[in-house]
């Protein structure tokens, strides 16, 4: 069966997301990882690592930004801190990061992800070879290449199964460009709940926020592919993400402990298409009443992906 990773807003969340049957919580730290709810202390981090631990599960932490020469020299710091307090895994995108890994003699296993760049067996296999224990598939690969993507990649391949799409990322602060442009002072950060909109196309309402790492935007609806699980599971995708960005914190809990109700009901052989429609209509009730779901490019035709 798929490995669920999810992520954490608290450590009170986590307690909670661990006893709902998830096999490892991912956090990090807004200085090395990107669009996470929440940036965790060192002490906090090494707490989430002891909590994973004392349930048996592991602790997953996001070093995947992409690294200018100021903050790629702080990197080693911080891994050589990750791996004294025994993480289990991190996911990495920038190869400067690799090369910092391959001096260590201790270390955390590498997880890759380049976000869209990940389309392909070879690239992932490629990355395999250099320590990649698994990888990240990019949100735009349809059904059809992700069957052939699971049968040519030598490790686990991870699909998000809920939760928000990026659609680009700027180091720029385009937020606090416009906002002084306008000469207006106004909030940036993702509580804002600020929205951008296609010309022509009122249904569109991409998320976009601002931190330190720059500008983040978001595809309209939210991943949701409860319905799909079972058929993921049949293809061999090893490792289901459940990401929490844009949830609340108290319905994120119970949004995860969904999912891995349907996991364990498709292990025991006991899932069915009905017991997949009540999920769905739950997760309906739970998620933001700003953001819908839909499938993202899963069932999409490769020949209309360009």
Not at 152 to 167: K, M, Q, R, S
Not at 187 to 192: A, L, N, T, V
Request: no cysteine.
């Amino acid at each position: 069966m798929a490995k669920i990773i999810a992520t954490v807003e608290s450590v009170a969340q986590a307690k909670k997301v661990l006893e709902a049957g998830v096999d490892a919580i991912q956090f990090g730290e807004d200085y090395f990882g990107l669009r996470l709810k929440r940036s965790f202390t060192r002490d906090e981090q090494k707490e989430l690592v002891d909590l994973a631990h004392a349930y048996g599960k592991e602790a997953d932490v996001l070093v995947n930004a992409i690294f200018h020469n100021d903050r790629i020299n702080q990197v080693e710091e911080y891994l050589r801190f990750l791996t004294s307090i025994g993480v289990d895994s991190i996911v990495v995108g920038d190869p400067g990061v690799v090369q910092v890994l391959k001096r260590l003699e201790q270390k955390p296993a590498m997880r890759y992800d380049m976000q869209v760049m990940v389309t392909n067996a070879r690239q992932i296999n490629f990355w395999a070879n250099r320590g990649a224990t698994s990888a990240v598939v990019a949100r735009e690969v349809p059904r059809d290449e992700l069957k052939a993507l699971v049968q040519g990649a030598n490790v686990p391949i991870e699909v998000l199964v809920y939760g928000p799409t990026a659609i680009h990322q700027s180091k720029r602060p385009l937020l606090e460009n416009y906002f002084n442009y306008v000469q207006k002072e106004e909030g940036r950060s993702r509580e804002r709940d600020l929205f951008i909109s296609e010309p022509m196309k009122d249904d569109t309402h991409y998320s976009i926020y601002e931190d330190i790492n720059g500008t983040h935007i978001f595809a309209s609806n939210d991943i949701n592919l409860v319905m799909e699980l079972e058929e993921l599971n049949q293809m061999g995708v090893g490792i289901w993400k459940i990401d929490g960005l844009f949830s609340e914190e108290e319905p994120y809990t119970e949004i995860v402990a969904i999912i891995t109700r349907l996991r364990e009901a498709i292990s025991n052989g006991q899932f069915n298409r009905e017991m997949a429609t009540i999920a769905y209509q739950k997760l309906s009730q739970l998620k933001r009443k700003n953001r819908e779901f839909d499938t993202g490019f899963y069932y999409k035709d490769p020949k209309e992906i360009q």
